[in-house]
């Protein structure tokens, strides 16, 4: 008989099933969906004071040598010589047609030492793509995916929680930056970074130390009472990342999307010198895209889900990228792919859910925006 | 431990059903809401639709999922519960008592012998949990 692969497993296996976390297949992962809070509170609650996340499935991959930045800037669309030590940006791998082999966050240690943060599913990919480039640089590459526990603490009080576990001066990492630091005497990279459209922090440590650092972090939090920290599953993190309208990978962006058609035209440095898929994504950039990604919300009755087909005067144009109930907005929300002739807000569409066609409408994108202190 | 009242019979998916001379009143169990999370909506049919047993008449849908709702008993739907429209939490809150969905008249009620009673549906979900 043959036997499904086993699942992988985060070094928080244990103690999210110790919290009745309830697990889930997530690409090979075995990982909390949700926990018994259940996803609208533990999105509420990030959205209110915080929450605490487990990403340690996510890849780490190290770079260093002395042409570490100019190889990662070859392979990524942002531009890798403007980052300063200590500071981070968001980037993707990109193929010669502009489409994307993967999103992922490059942090620059020093003028020779980088480290790419990719998606779970992706790492073996990418790391083969990224070997699969390398030529005679002076680099070496080390997958270093299963040192790291990564915790993503998240939320108005994120900053207040974890200040009391550290002597960094948490106020002073400015958004997209780093410090190495240490977080209840644990040596730690500690990121102003995040998925959710909150402020909040990225901690990376010794995968040893995540079941330590995860309960301190919930100690620290008061968990356990009304406004305290909660922990969060992956559905939770899905629908937070969705009112931010950032993309998921296998989801916006793929190898069949452009990061111009999923409006990263932002990481795309086309300036900055050659890097694959430049060519192509300057050639698209001048004639202008077919088709755009675009922000609805369900203006009847129905919640658009992912892969379901858009229509416009009774057309079939496009296809829902992603689709969810917005626990924060109290609104049915999704991105989809349209003709960019019809990427306008106000724009009214149609999703066919399950055999049923209901109203949506574009509109702009963030759906959901913090207030900036 | 997910409640199963005594006086209901049952279905392997997993939906309950009350029943009153022919009248069957419909809705899903408390292990069902418990496993789908905090329901955000709710589709159902409208009077007068008919149904054969087993087959779906409508959605419960979580912020995750989308589950169908299958009728244990085949018949025409007598009465929709359309309180369920604006507060689809009621699922959640009381799976058997006011998140009742339908009110079937059966058009056989012999189909109720072969349905699970509560002793037997609890064992059928503690065996689906352990496989």
């Given at each position: 008989m043959q036997r499904a692969p086993a699942l992988s497993k985060t070094p928080l296996n244990a103690a999210h099933r110790r919290m009745g976390g309830r697990m889930v297949d997530f690409g090979g992962w075995d990982m909390p969906v949700q926990y018994p809070a259940g996803t609208v509170e533990e999105h509420l609650r990030t959205r209110t004071h915080a929450g605490l996340f487990d990403v340690s499935h996510m890849g780490e991959i190290d770079v260093k040598g002395a042409d570490a930045i100019p190889f990662i800037n070859r392979l990524t669309s942002n531009d890798v010589t403007k980052l300063v030590d200590g500071q981070a940006h968001y980037s993707a791998l990109t193929?010669?047609?502009?489409?994307?082999i993967d999103d992922l966050l490059v942090y620059r240690f020093g003028p020779e030492h980088l480290l790419l943060v990719v998606n779970a599913g992706t790492t073996e990919k990418d790391w083969d793509w990224i070997e699969s480039h390398h030529k005679d640089e002076r680099v070496e590459l080390k997958n270093v995916s299963a040192n790291y526990c990564q915790l993503a603490l998240q939320g108005p009080d994120a900053l207040r929680i974890l200040q009391t576990l550290t002597e960094t001066p948490l106020d002073e990492i400015k958004y997209y930056h780093f410090r190495l630091g240490l977080v209840d005497d644990e040596h730690a990279i500690i990121s102003r970074t995040g998925y959710t459209g909150e402020d909040g922090f990225e901690v990376y440590a010794a995968s040893d130390r995540a079941e330590h650092l995860w309960d301190k972090i919930l100690d620290a939090g008061n968990q356990g009472t009304p406004e305290g920290v909660l922990p969060c599953g992956l559905a939770a993190r899905n629908t937070l990342r969705l009112e931010a309208a950032m993309a998921l990978y296998g989801h916006e962006i793929t190898e069949e999307t452009t990061l111009l058609e999923a409006n990263l035209g932002w990481i795309c440095k086309l300036n900055k010198g050659d890097f694959i898929g430049r060519e192509r994504l300057a050639k698209q950039k001048e004639e202008g895209v077919h088709r755009r990604l675009v922000g609805f919300e369900m203006t009847e009755r129905g919640i658009a889900r992912d892969d379901q087909e858009v229509l416009i005067n009774d057309e079939r144009v496009g296809r829902v990228t992603s689709g969810s109930p917005a626990p924060f907005l109290k609104k049915n929300i999704g991105m989809a792919y349209v003709p960019a002739e019809f990427a306008n807000e106000g724009q009214e569409i149609q999703i066919d859910v399950r055999g049923r066609t209901v109203g949506a409408t574009i509109v702009k994108t963030p759906f959901y925006k913090r207030e900036k202190k | 431990m997910a409640n199963v009242p005594e006086d209901l019979h049952y279905s392997k998916d997993h939906e309950w059903i009350r029943v009153e001379g022919d009248i069957g009143t419909i809705g899903i169990t408390d292990h069902a809401q418990h496993s789908l999370g905090d329901v955000v909506y709710v589709e159902l049919p409208k009077t007068g639709e008919t149904f054969a047993a087993h087959e779906s008449f409508g959605s419960v849908e979580s912020v995750k999922a989308v589950s169908e709702i299958f009728t244990p008993v085949g018949g025409s739907i007598t009465e929709v519960n359309e309180t369920l429209q604006d507060e689809p939490e009621k699922v959640n809150n009381d799976p058997y008592g006011e998140a009742w969905m339908i009110r079937i008249r059966m058009s056989n009620p012999g189909e109720v012998d072969s349905l699970l009673n509560a002793a037997e549906y609890e064992d059928f979900t503690k065996a689906e949990e352990t496989e």
């Open positions: 193929t010669p047609e502009g489409t994307v | -």
